[in-house]
């Protein structure tokens, strides 16, 4: 962990960053002894991509005060569970998804706090909204009353030149900036994995999303 902090905190430095990005921890694939060693150390929040999965560690957590994100693909079927469950989704990539995680959004709890998943790169990638997509969601998110839109995340295509993924994330960061005159609540641009989070930040990433480097391999 201290590895990966260090990473961040010196691409803050060198990128002079305004603000140090949050640190989400990856755990998809991790058995839970590994979250709750990190959980011990200080995390607190855990991204997972398999519902069920993420289920269970929920139940074997208790009530300890973890913040979830779901951070996989959405499948309509499971927005019933996300929506009960996790505390942020960060992979909204179309409306459907959106109008019903915020009607099952139950009435005990806080608005679920969404990410809008933008589609990056040229290449054909699966998931991720075009921009157009994204607006309109933007703005179909202003009359829903229990989902609050706080910002964009991107999965860019892999790379390992710093100069493609950083326009890669710039991509990401215009239309972030641009959005966020009229959406006063978004202030997270969830960008940058084990491989890229230096080019993430330098573009002005606000969380950054772990798993590998800091976790070990998965399963
Ligand atoms: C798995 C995953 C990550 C973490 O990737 P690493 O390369 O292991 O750091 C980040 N974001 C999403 C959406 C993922 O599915």
């Known amino acids: 962990m201290q590895t990966v902090i260090a990473r961040i ?44 999965e993420a289920l269970a560690k929920m139940a074997q957590f208790g009530s300890a005060e973890i913040v979830w994100h779901f ?13 009960a469950h996790f505390d942020w989704v960060q992979s909204v990539d179309r409306m459907k998804i959106l109008r019903r995680l915020n009607d099952q959004r139950p009435a005990d709890l806080p608005p679920l706090n969404v990410l809008l998943q933008l589609k990056v790169g040229d290449e054909d990638s ?12 933007a703005d179909a998110a202003k009359g829903m009353s229990r989902i609050k839109l706080r910002g964009l995340m991107c999965i860019p295509p892999p790379s390992d ?30 960008m940058g994995m084990s491989g890229d989070l230096e080019a993430a930040i330098m573009e002005g990433s606000t969380m950054v999303r772990i798993g590998t480097d800091l976790m070990g391999r998965r399963d």
């Open 126 to 137: 699966k998931s991720g909204a075009q921009v157009a997509d994204v607006l309109s969601m």
């Open 9 to 52: 905190e010196q691409a803050v430095q060198q990128a002079a960053a305004a603000t140090t990005p949050r640190l989400l921890a990856v755990s998809k694939k991790q058995p839970v002894e590994r979250l709750q060693s990190l959980y011990g150390l200080g995390q607190r929040h855990f991204g997972e991509s398999y519902v069920q």
């Open 161 to 190: 030149q710093l100069a493609t993924q950083r326009a890669y994330f710039n991509q990401a960061h215009q239309l972030f900036d641009s959005m966020r005159q009229k959406y006063p609540d978004m202030d997270t641009l969830s």
């Open 71 to 83: 951070i996989g693909p959405v499948q309509s079927n499971k927005t019933k569970q996300l929506a």
